[in-house]
């Protein structure tokens, strides 16, 4: 059945029914509004769902959720709509678009927040550093809060605060018998395990409650640019600096081409380069100790690694990775930074790249590892250091030549890696990659899949099966 005959399957008074019944808007193929609505972040996926419901509230939630089971439609969740394997769309399905919810309620004296699902780390940051408050946020200012603690969440504070999900203290859920209820560490305690890591499998997120941390707001953090003739040098002695840092330094190397970002001096745009880039969740005299080796070192091209406000900082890469151009990303946790995994970034990360094209490579350790593998549904703590390959291109004629590198990258650093992937890194990449992003807690989700959606109704994710009924209880 094509879109248009399954919109008019669906009785257009059971339409008309759910529109009366929403506070927000619902958007059918033919409404202005439609293409509009169907755009997420990452443009090389083109997805045409039945029905796009922007939520005005939780009641709206629970309309949609037992609109799509009553008529057997496939159903998304949009937060920011970030992901890059564009799991917040559906074809032929019902969206439910959460990004107009935006409500946060800081309170100061019990250093918690709460947010609304459609809040961005752009939006929590500019509440809670009015306090000089704040918990790990991805590190880019538009990436929907909601979606990245699900998948756990790593950013500059993680390595002092741990992963976003480790700063959860409840969370409100619509299930798929349409009901509302909240977990946490007293309540509903299997599904709040799995939230923190096992992403949108188990019911719609309506409100997030968080323990919040002081964090500057002024803390120094930034970049120093090294050129890529030199960095072999430089990521050796990158891997020394880490091995010694204090929680309180969280770092992230960057190899690309300098964006034309207004930070970039004109000189130096499309320059390959190295950015160690880094954040000091810590008092401002004591961050510029321990970083004074990363400042020192060779010869810089720029050193902006200096006091600023951590929500300035959170939005200093925003401008290299805007909703609208096509992103393929293939990642893993490697083992170390060995001489032979230098050697292959510096085969691969510049080579047949767009200027676009980016790779990181994320420090994890600190606080992320300190807290027990089967404590959260999150995998893969014991990991030192993520890579994220990440083709950025603009034209579609360019799809297979921006995908290859990406593969070919990614193949090569395969003998370095230790197996694990980070869930929110994945792009449609099939079970195995799923299981591997939870290891030895993929079981254990399976089952509490099994309790809140043993049909599977939240499967439009990276998704976590339940068992067969035969098999379990
Ligand atoms: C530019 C950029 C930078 C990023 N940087 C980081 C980073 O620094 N650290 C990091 O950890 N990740 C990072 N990510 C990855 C990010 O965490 C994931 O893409 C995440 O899924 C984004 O959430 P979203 O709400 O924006 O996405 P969406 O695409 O809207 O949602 C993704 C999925 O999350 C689930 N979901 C979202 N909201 C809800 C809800 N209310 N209830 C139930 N399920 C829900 C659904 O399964 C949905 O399909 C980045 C992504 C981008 C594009």
Redesign the pocket.
């Known amino acids: 059945m094509d879109l248009m005959e399954l919109c008019k399957a669906i009785n257009s008074a059971a339409i008309a029914q759910l529109r009366a019944r929403m506070r927000g808007e619902l958007l059918l193929p033919a409404d202005a509004g439609y293409e509009d609505a169907r755009r997420?972040?990452?443009a090389a996926i083109d997805k045409r769902p039945a029905l796009i419901a922007r939520a005005g509230g939780v009641a709206d939630v629970v309309a949609a959720v037992r609109f799509a089971r009553e008529h057997g439609l496939p159903f998304?969740?949009?937060?920011?709509?970030?992901?890059?394997a564009?799991?917040?769309l559906v074809d032929d399905g019902l969206v439910l678009d959460?990004?107009r919810l935006k409500g946060v309620r800081v309170d100061p004296a019990a250093r918690t927040v709460r947010i609304a699902?459609g809040v961005?780390n752009g939006d929590l940051d500019h509440e809670t550093q009015a306090f000089g408050l704040a918990i790990t946020?991805?590190?880019?200012s538009?990436?929907?809060?909601?979606?990245?603690t699900?998948?756990?969440?790593?950013?500059w504070l993680m390595r002092k605060h741990g992963?976003?999900c480790d700063s959860l203290l409840s969370a409100d859920?619509v299930t798929v018998g349409g009901e509302c209820i909240t977990a946490s560490e007293h309540d509903h305690a299997d599904l709040f395990w799995a939230l923190r890591g096992g992403?949108?499998?188990?019911?719609?997120?309506?409100s997030l409650e968080y323990r919040v941390h002081p964090v500057g707001p002024t803390v120094v953090a930034g970049l120093v640019l090294h050129p890529a003739e030199r960095a072999r040098e430089v990521l050796r002695f990158y891997r020394d600096f880490v091995a010694t840092t204090p929680d309180e330094v969280t770092t992230i190397v960057n190899l690309r081409h300098a964006p034309p970002a207004p930070w970039v001096p004109p000189h130096l745009h499309g320059r390959a380069v190295v950015a160690l880039m880094a954040c000091h969740a810590g008092p401002v005299d004591r961050a510029l100790q321990d970083l004074q080796k990363l400042k020192q070192f060779g010869a810089p091209l720029l050193d902006i690694l200096e006091p600023k406000p951590y929500a300035l900082h959170q939005k200093m890469?925003?401008g290299a990775?805007p909703p609208g151009w096509r992103?393929c990303w293939k990642s893993h946790y490697l083992r170390a930074l060995s001489d032979a995994l230098i050697e292959a970034l510096i085969e691969h990360a510049w080579r047949d790249a767009s200027p676009r094209c980016y790779t990181l490579l994320f420090q994890m350790g600190g606080a992320v590892g300190r807290v027990a593998e089967t404590a959260t549904a999150f995998g893969n703590r014991d990991a030192p250091c993520g890579i994220n390959i990440n083709a950025v291109w603009t034209e579609p004629g360019e799809d297979a030549q921006r995908i290859a590198w990406a593969r070919d990258f990614f193949a090569a650093t395969e003998p370095f890696s230790t197996g694990g992937v980070?869930v929110?890194?994945l792009g449609t990449e099939g079970e195995e990659r799923i299981r591997a992003a939870y290891g030895a807690n993929y079981e254990r989700l399976a089952r509490v899949k099994q309790r809140y959606d043993p049909d599977n109704f939240?499967r439009?994710?990276?998704n976590i099966a339940p068992p067969p009924r035969s098999a379990g209880g």
Do not use: K
């Open positions: 997420i972040w990452n998304a969740i949009r937060g920011g709509g970030h992901n890059v564009g799991t917040a959460l990004s699902p961005t946020g991805g590190i880019a538009t990436t929907g809060v909601t979606g990245l699900l998948g756990g969440g790593l950013g992963l976003a859920v992403g949108g499998n188990f019911g719609v997120v309506t890469f925003d990775v992103y980070y929110n890194f939240f439009v994710n990276q």
